[in-house]
């Protein structure tokens, strides 16, 4: 075989692994038959179904207020984060500090979970919607400290020395410059965070009180009970919404590369 | 584009007036990051109008330096006087200097006019002089069509222009420029360094210029100062640094030159005073005519330019009391000038530069050639440092 | 160098650092302080489900002879917890294995993809991480299901007869397979942008140098992408060891996995002591990956700048 067609071979295998299964569930959601393995024609009756659900909507309208605000206050942290580890060197106990920041990467979300919600009853506070939302900031904010760190490596800082240069303070030097020119990797670092709370399940489940069920959980619940089309619905929606952002952040990121080619073409017929 | 001669120049040597107040003072200036001392213990003048430059290899500390007056460093000992007054512990955006970045810095979100506004606006001037300032600066570095681009969508030599104009709009005490051609190619560095001479001399302003190419400070300086590990070797006009280097440091940097080490054997006069030296350089018997610096006995370097040194086929004349026999080892042919590289009978490589005055593709002199290296008493120079 | 120190006035500064420090301390420190604390209470059916060791801040000796360590020695005598912690630790190591095994070869090929398709392919493997971990695993349930989608493939190829179903749900595989899907992202990401920074002439002096491409791939490619594949695997390896949702919704009776046994001691039997000792014994076993991790981590955030 040709190097070429073996290349593509080993990544359309991997590919499809990895969409079949997400495929296969959004086709279902369309099936009129209950039983998910008979096809019974296309139907849209378990969205509609799922619409009338209220139990279910109640729980998406929590999630999606937990992960706005999560999101955002996650962002403004994460954000700081980054500028602490990048730009200042002499952070009391750094090490700490930067270890902080990475072990929420890849720590179980079991103990992540179950020690928030000790914290949480330990301070005796009644858990519900907002020990759910400093949760999620609390581990969302690190990857958005991760996404913003990266992009502030590469930022020349003499862009900010020539604000200051040229009389501009350090805080309005921020907003001025260094905050505009760092927003795609903060907007990445929202919608990262943002998804991150839409499908965590685990953490959820710890720290959550009566009244605060979110999506995940309500659909862990059901799914323990068995596979049903009305899932799969509320399951499509979630990957639709999901998709439709992560489609426009790239349509995005196609337009400026296209504008930045365009800018380039100018520069050297500008002379 | 068409070349615009400002003013005639006139001779200005503020340095040399007793009287003159300096326009910027490092006075015992140490940098130091952690155990590296990036500047020791420096002191340096510089007076209002001049065209300054600090030069030395990467490392020196000249950048250090230059940051230190733009107030994004502070000096760990010694202040900096800025008309006469310490501007220690002012930020960088309350300084009246201006500084042109090595990268241009120019920030990519903003037009070219918002960049060059951008000072202005933090001086909260009132709209319609931003507006005229910007005009003007655009008309002085011909800009003005491209005023609504982009840095993305300008070449080099334009980006170059719009850092110039940026950190010239607030009309600064100081301009320091950080290496400011270095991204340019060699034929518009030429073309941009008469340019930044005439801009200067318009406008009246102090520049002060780091670099590290000798020809670019050569060229645009009233006077340099040569940096090595934190310290300033020599300060002096362009003429001076090349013609009377004082150590075989600043000899060796700028340009071409042919250093033998050597003893003082006789001087004709008192240390201090005009006459004739004597040296013995390993049996190479060399007189040199200049201020006598050292006694007798001492270890010096002798040191002369290779455009000083004449080479031929015959037996010199009388005039150079300097001769020495050799053979031609190696010949660098380098268009306007040949450079001879030539084996003296005592082993010694010396090098000499003939210009190419004829066309003739074959030159009279050859390799294996024997051949007369001379010169004159006051060609070469002796050096202590 | 420290250039902050010149030009950025303290206060703003301060706040920069202080406000996410206080906040992770709060919310990230403190919570385990607390978890290894009440792992060395006593189990009391109240609410909260255990009696504080020490209340305020009682003296050092007073708190050392209070400390109780039963429960660590309950799970020490039951073997249950062990086998769940050894089984857990083999499951992590059997799927990262696996997931390097499918990872690599993606990650390669991706990386030797013509330079315009490679920021699609990207973002084809990022795609699934973005969509809701349940759905994933969720998805494989209805293949894997006896009367799922495999089984009626399989049958409609022939190869099953029309009474025999595939017997993989609620088992050990159907546990990998939910494994591999769900973390691949993880180790594709990283070994992806280890091996898109090689250098392509490196190779191509290997070959030069007479060094036949397969050879060059163990001499030169391989050794080069090793961060990515310690980082790859630490990104995968630690949480898989604590994983909770996919033995739970995927697995069998036999799949013993400590994530599980937490969550149950928890939710079900409500024992938080237990549960809390669970955890600071998994923390304590996951302690040298993380720190590996932290390192890698570290060295590129160095590297970088």
């Known amino acids: ?271 | ?385 | 160098m420290s250039q902050a120190s010149a030009t950025s006035p303290g206060k703003a500064r301060w706040l920069v650092v202080a406000v996410p420090y206080v906040w992770l301390i709060l919310f990230f420190l403190m919570p385990f302080v607390i978890i290894v604390k009440i792992s060395l209470s006593d189990t009391a059916i109240s609410m909260p489900p255990y009696t504080p060791v020490f209340q305020g801040f009682s003296t050092l000796r007073d708190f050392i002879s209070q400390l109780d360590f039963d429960n660590y020695l309950f799970l020490t005598e039951d073997p249950l917890y062990s086998e769940a912690y050894l089984s857990s630790l083999r499951v992590a190591v059997v799927s990262t294995l696996l997931l390097l095994l499918v990872g690599y070869p993606m990650a390669l090929c991706m990386a030797r993809a013509n330079h315009g398709i490679r920021p699609t392919l990207v973002m084809l493997v990022i795609l699934p991480f973005w969509t809701s971990f349940l759905i994933r695993v969720y998805a494989w349930i209805g293949i894997l299901k006896p009367e799922g989608l495999l089984t009626l493939l399989l049958q409609s190829l022939h190869l099953y007869g029309p009474d025999e179903q595939v017997q993989i749900f609620r088992t050990q595989t159907a546990v990998y397979i939910g494994i591999v899907y769900s973390y691949l992202p993880f180790m594709v990401l990283p070994l992806y942008s280890a091996l898109e920074k090689l250098d392509g002439t490196l190779l191509e002096a290997a070959n030069d140098l007479g060094c036949p491409p397969w050879k060059a791939f163990w001499k030169i490619t391989f050794p080069l992408s090793l961060p990515g594949v310690i980082a790859g695997s630490m990104i995968c390896f630690i949480p898989i060891t604590g994983e909770f949702v996919i033995p739970d919704l995927l697995g069998g009776a036999q799949t013993l996995m400590i994530g599980k046994t937490l969550w149950t001691e928890f939710f079900g039997n409500r024992d938080w002591p237990l549960a809390s000792a669970v955890a600071v014994i998994l923390l304590i076993v996951l302690v040298i990956p993380i720190v590996i991790f932290q390192n890698q981590q570290r060295k590129a955030e160095g590297g970088k700048a």
């Not at chain 1, 659900?53 to 109640?58: F, Q």
């Not at chain 1, 020349?156 to 760092?182: H, N």
């Not at chain 2, 000072?119 to 507006?131: T, V």
């Not at chain 2, 001769?323 to 090098?351: H, K, Q």
């Open chain 2, 1 to 385: 584009m068409a070349k615009s001669l400002g003013p005639v120049k006139r001779k200005f040597t503020p340095w040399t007036d007793p009287g003159a107040q300096p326009f910027i003072r490092f006075e015992n200036i140490t940098k130091r990051f952690g155990n590296f001392v990036a500047v020791d213990n420096l002191t340096l003048d510089i007076y209002e109008k001049e065209f300054f430059s600090l030069l030395g290899p990467s490392g020196c500390g000249k950048t250090t330096l230059m940051r230190m007056l733009a107030g994004f460093e502070e000096p760990t000992e010694g202040r900096i006087l800025l008309q006469g007054k310490d501007i220690s512990g002012v930020p960088p955006y309350r300084r009246p200097t201006n500084m042109m970045f090595q990268s241009y810095a120019l920030f990519p979100h903003m037009s070219v006019e918002k960049n060059i506004a951008f000072g202005l606006e933090q001086d909260k001037l009132p709209k319609g002089e931003i507006e005229t300032r910007v005009q003007e600066m655009l008309k002085l570095v011909k800009l003005e069509q491209f005023a609504r681009r982009k840095p993305s969508q300008l070449s080099g030599g334009q980006r170059q222009r719009v850092a110039l104009a940026r950190s010239l709009a607030k009309r600064p005490k100081v301009l320091l420029l950080d290496e400011p051609l270095g991204a340019l190619d060699r034929k518009l560095r030429e073309e941009t360094q008469f340019e930044l001479m005439d801009i200067q001399h318009t406008l009246g302003l102090t520049f002060l210029i780091v670099t590290h190419d000798q020809e670019e400070a050569m060229t645009v300086s009233d006077r340099i100062a040569v940096m090595d590990k934190g310290i300033i070797v020599q300060v002096a006009t362009p003429a001076e640094i090349y013609e009377a280097p004082n150590s075989r440091y600043v000899a060796d940097f700028i340009g071409d030159i042919n250093l033998v080490e050597g003893k003082v054997v006789s001087t004709s006069a008192a240390a201090g005073q005009a006459g004739r030296l004597a040296l013995d350089c390993d049996g190479l018997k060399v007189a040199v005519e200049q201020e006598c610096p050292a006694l007798a006995g001492n270890t010096v370097a002798f040191a002369i330019r290779p455009e000083k040194v004449r080479i031929s086929l015959d037996t010199p004349a009388q005039t150079d009391v300097n001769a020495v026999r050799g053979e031609v080892w190696d010949i660098g042919y380098l268009g306007d000038f040949s450079l001879f590289l030539v084996r003296t009978e005592d082993g010694r490589v010396l090098r000499a530069a003939q210009a190419n005055v004829s066309r003739l593709v074959d030159r009279p002199i050859t390799f294996g050639d024997q051949v007369w290296l001379h010169w004159s008493a006051d060609a070469g120079l002796v050096l202590t440092r």
């Open chain 1, 1 to 271: 075989m040709k190097p070429g067609r073996f290349d593509a071979t080993v990544l359309t295998i991997g590919f499809a692994f990895l969409y079949i299964p997400i495929l296969i569930l959004v086709i279902y959601s369309f099936n009129a038959s209950k039983l998910v393995t008979v096809w019974g024609g296309f139907s849209t009756q378990w969205y509609q179904q799922m619409w009338h659900n209220e139990a279910l909507m109640d729980a998406a309208w929590v999630t999606i207020r937990v992960a706005v605000l999560s999101a955002s206050i996650g962002t403004v942290l994460g954000t700081l984060a980054a500028l602490a580890l990048v730009r200042f060197v002499r952070i009391p106990a750094r090490m700490l500090f930067s270890a902080m920041i990475y072990a929420p990467l890849v720590m179980p979300e079991v103990i992540t979970g179950l020690s928030l919600l000790l914290l949480f009853v330990a301070v005796g506070v009644d858990r519900g919607f907002w020990t759910v939302v400093i949760a999620h900031t609390t581990f969302t904010m690190c990857y958005v400290a991760i996404v913003v760190q990266s992009r502030l490596v590469t930022f020349d800082r003499s862009l900010e020395e020539a604000a200051l240069d040229l009389g501009c303070p350090p805080v309005k030097t921020f907003f001025a410059i260094t905050l505009p020119l760092i927003m795609p990797a903060v907007v990445a670092g929202w919608m990262l965070a943002f998804t991150l709370s839409l499908d965590d399940l685990v953490i959820a489940s710890f720290t959550t009180g009566p009244g605060a069920t979110t999506l995940p959980i309500k659909i862990y619940s059901q799914v323990r009970l068995g596979v049903t089309p009305e899932i799969n619905a509320a399951c499509t929606l979630l990957i639709g919404i999901v998709t439709i952002g992560v489609i426009i952040a790239s349509v995005a990121t196609k337009r400026r590369e296209y504008q930045r080619q365009r800018d380039e073409h100018l520069a050297t017929t500008a002379a």
